[in-house]
């Protein structure tokens, strides 16, 4: 049960490349989610998925689409990086049903945009 | 919106000191409250949980209890170690059409010194 992956663990682009995030899930967890983490920051929710099938923004949704492939995997990409983009990216998932809607990390992607 | 405020570090102790770090949230509902813990290199890790008021979580010596009328939720251990230096962030989730969220705190960076 390898819980939530992502890859790749690092990435440096170059100002209008583009590349895709990729996540993926073994819990069987039916909601996923895409954040990112800036100095000072805290998280900032780019882009969620409630099911298979679904995704809505979050707060930071601009120059980022997703793709929820199946239930186990949701893509994030970058169609024209840019420097504001230099980040650290986490996917999540959550735990279904319930009622204390707990996340699941992945390791995270350090993405570096020169 | 919702929001939570904690205190900025970085919180530098000695090795079994006592530890505080503070947390208020703001919130329309009745969220659950969440402590998640980051190490060095590492993705987030959920540290403790509590779903109502009066809840106290715990795990690893750790504990935070839900106070509603204050609307807090104080991060609390007895005696912290070398390998509890981390950075630890405060959330609370939400229902926002249906889905739930996290929203964090930006994140309260503990140095321990042996």
């Known amino acids: 049960n390898a819980g939530v992956t992502q890859t790749p663990k690092f990435q440096v682009l170059k100002t209008g490349q583009s590349m895709t995030l990729q996540c993926a899930q073994d819990m069987n967890h039916n909601s996923m989610y895409w954040y990112r983490q800036d100095p000072g920051m805290g998280l900032r929710l780019i882009y969620y998925?409630?099911?298979?099938?679904?995704?809505d923004k979050g707060e930071v949704p601009n120059g980022y689409n997703v793709s929820r492939l199946n239930k186990r995997e949701f893509s994030l990409r970058l169609e024209s990086a840019a420097p504001s983009q230099t980040s650290v990216y986490f996917c999540a998932s959550r735990v279904p049903g319930g009622s204390s809607y707990e996340q699941y990390f992945g390791p995270g992607t350090r993405l570096t945009v020169t | 919106g919702d929001s939570v405020t904690q205190m900025e570090g970085p919180v530098t102790l000695s090795e079994e000191a006592f530890l505080t770090i503070n947390c208020t949230y703001t919130a329309t509902g009745y969220p659950s409250l969440f402590w998640y813990v980051q190490y060095p290199g590492e993705g987030l890790q959920l540290l403790l949980k509590a779903t109502k008021a009066d809840d106290k979580g715990s795990n690893k010596g750790f504990e935070a209890t839900y106070r509603k009328e204050t609307t807090s939720f104080h991060l609390e251990k007895g005696s912290v170690q070398v390998s509890d230096s981390a950075v630890y962030f405060c959330?609370?989730?939400?229902?926002?059409?249906?889905?739930?969220?996290?929203?964090f705190g930006k994140g309260t960076m503990l140095l321990v010194s042996p």
């Open positions: 959330a609370l989730s939400d229902i926002s059409g249906g889905y739930s969220t996290l929203t």
């Open positions: 998925s409630a099911s298979e099938g679904t995704t």
